[in-house]
């Protein structure tokens, strides 16, 4: 008996190929996993390091506001690339990964877009890496204000 379905116009990935890809998924997802823990940990360790050195900054702020001291420079740039913008760009990382592995993810799951999903998880997957790439580039700024400013 024949069947009268329209063939799909989209490539259909075969068993194999779906498992690489949900593979992909998965790893992707625990490194995304990973990276957003982590960069929530830092996150409260800023939050605690700046409780406890607020009776500090707080005196620091009206020194500098009344002239009596100089603001220290490499300390404060530590503070803000290392607690106050790596951190949350660490976890803003993790989230887009999760997305790009959902997208992987999200090929399996679906018959007759696996192009236009894949298509999908790679503009994802290119936005991930220019993030990596972006916190490359601050964690370059981090370590030279570290040997260099210090």
């Not at 940990?41 to 050195?53: E, H, K, P, R, Y």
């Not at 790596?86 to 976890?91: A, E, F, G, T």
Request: charged share 15%; aromatic share 14%; glycine share 4%.
């Amino acid at each position: 008996m024949k069947s009268f379905e329209l063939p799909s116009t989209e490539y259909e990935f075969n068993s194999i190929q779906n498992e690489l890809l949900w593979k992909l998924g998965a790893k992707m997802r625990n490194v995304a996993y990973f990276w957003m823990v982590m960069g929530t940990l830092a996150v409260f360790s800023g939050i605690i390091d700046l409780m406890i050195q607020s009776p500090n900054l707080l005196q620091l702020g009206i020194d500098i506001f009344i002239s009596q001291k100089q603001f220290h420079i490499p300390d404060t740039l530590k503070f803000i690339f290392g607690f106050l913008l790596l951190p949350p760009y660490i976890v803003f990382i993790g989230v887009a990964t999760v997305n790009a592995a959902s997208k992987l993810r999200q090929i399996v799951h679906t018959d007759g877009n696996d192009v236009t999903y894949l298509m999908k998880a790679l503009r994802k997957l290119d936005t991930v890496c220019s993030l990596y790439y972006q916190l490359a580039v601050l964690l370059v700024a981090f370590i030279w204000i570290n040997i260099f400013v210090a």
